[in-house]
């Protein structure tokens, strides 16, 4: 069955960024424009309960989720760092004990520095190859910046501080930073390369108050709740009255790297398992088989004709889209809605239908298709070429639309 695609260009928001409304306190990958969300829960009048996304990354949801006045709100992420953003944008801090904090971290971190033999003091964090990816001083001092905001008693004053820092890492690596999968800078810009770390960490945390300050303090009234777990979904019956959620498009590991991006960071932040992350997510682990089954058959067909290993490698993401989809379809309460933004990725010249694919998980899993709007990609941090057929020199334009799905938990089963 084909589900009907409406193109609705009140939805293209041209001309729009992620930071028209809200700023990111941290760069991330394929962030949801806010407005999307705030927009469709708007045309739903959908202003109260209590609203999950499964996949929450950088918390786009939750900023349309205030902007339409929905007070109770719950995110899960496996990457670690994307649950960290997510709880500096929306916990409410007060604003004169981060100020206060801000001046005492300054004040241990050159106390720190006035006596050079503190630094051999300190333990080197376990990076993997970290002197590939860091130079001895920019080691040492982010190692002391590390150990400062560690003695940070308040762990939501702590979570918004390690944001900062985290940037920071990234800044002060020898990774590209045009790019999320992690690669080198050429020896010869490496040789150029002396980042003031100290310097770098207080002028992001101030970009950070800033932007805090101005866009989310503001809309973080007492009554506000938002839980964050990092974790996989798991279902909870009949608890959510909508679900709003852009999940991944495709595997990490060829899609967006949300993994790689964060592996850095991640390490720097102490979890042990950052450079499993990409493995963690959807697709990560394909041992399932090809997908054979509805509306994606022929198309994972057409792929497995020209490369069984790619037919396996989407296969798997599909296969942990479908079983993610039946978790959250049982947990919506009846009458409740799911609102998927998602882009068909193409892989080997075949343009995967993956707005259809929802479509029919959730109307396999007791939920009535409502519409589908397509809309223009205009601005989302996102390659704009790849490669489908894998040969040097041959490339496709990515994604030029998204899919907007809205499902309904029927009331009767």
């Not at 007070?71 to 760092?81: A, Q, R, S």
């Not at 770098?200 to 950070?208: H, Q």
């Amino acid at each position: 069955m084909k589900y009907k695609i409406e193109r609705n260009t009140a939805y293209d928001f041209a001309g729009q960024s992620y930071a028209s409304i809200y700023p990111n306190l941290h760069k991330y990958p394929a962030t949801m424009l806010p407005q999307i969300g705030s927009k469709v829960l708007k045309d739903f009048n959908i202003a109260t309960g209590v609203l999950l996304d499964p996949y929450c990354g950088s918390g786009s949801s939750f900023a349309s989720g205030l902007e339409c006045g929905i007070t109770e709100m719950y995110g899960y992420d496996i990457n670690p760092l994307a649950i960290l953003i997510s709880k500096a944008k929306f916990t409410k801090l007060s604003i004169d004990e981060l100020h206060q904090t801000r001046q005492q971290l300054r004040n241990e971190i050159f106390e720190f520095l006035k006596d050079e033999n503190n630094v051999n003091k300190l333990v080197i964090p376990s990076i993997t190859n970290i002197y590939y990816w860091f130079s001895k001083e920019v080691i040492n001092n982010l190692t002391i910046v590390k150990y400062c905001i560690d003695k940070i008693k308040n762990e939501n004053i702590k979570y918004f501080f390690l944001i900062s820092f985290s940037e920071t890492v990234r800044e002060c690596s020898y990774t590209r930073n045009s790019e999320f999968k992690l690669y080198r800078m050429k020896s010869e810009d490496i040789l150029h390369f002396n980042p003031d770390v100290i310097g770098m960490y207080f002028k992001k945390l101030e970009e950070s108050f800033f932007i805090y300050g101005r866009h989310y303090f503001p809309k973080l009234k007492n009554d506000i709740s938002i839980t964050l777990k990092n974790s996989v979904f798991k279902a909870k019956p009949n608890f959510y009255d909508v679900v709003l959620t852009s999940p991944p498009y495709g595997d990490s590991k060829t899609t967006v790297a949300y993994g790689q991006f964060s592996t850095l960071s991640n390490e720097w932040l102490g979890i042990k398992y950052a450079r499993k992350i990409d493995a963690m997510l959807m697709g990560g682990t394909n041992n399932k088989g090809i997908y054979n089954k509805g509306i994606l058959a022929d198309y994972i067909s057409q792929i497995n004709e020209i490369d069984n290993k790619r037919a396996l490698e989407v296969s798997a993401f599909y296969f942990d889209l479908g079983d993610s989809i039946t978790q959250v379809a049982n947990s919506i309460k009846k009458g409740g809605k799911a609102i998927y933004i998602v882009g068909n990725r193409t892989v080997k010249n075949v343009q995967l239908p993956t707005d259809q694919f929802i479509a029919e998980q959730f109307e396999a899993n007791n939920c009535s298709h409502l519409l589908t709007y397509e809309r223009a990609i205009s601005n989302k941090a996102m390659p704009n070429r790849n490669s489908p057929s894998n040969i040097m020199g041959q490339t496709a334009s990515t994604m030029l639309y998204e899919y907007i799905i809205v499902v309904e938990k029927r009331q009767v089963e």
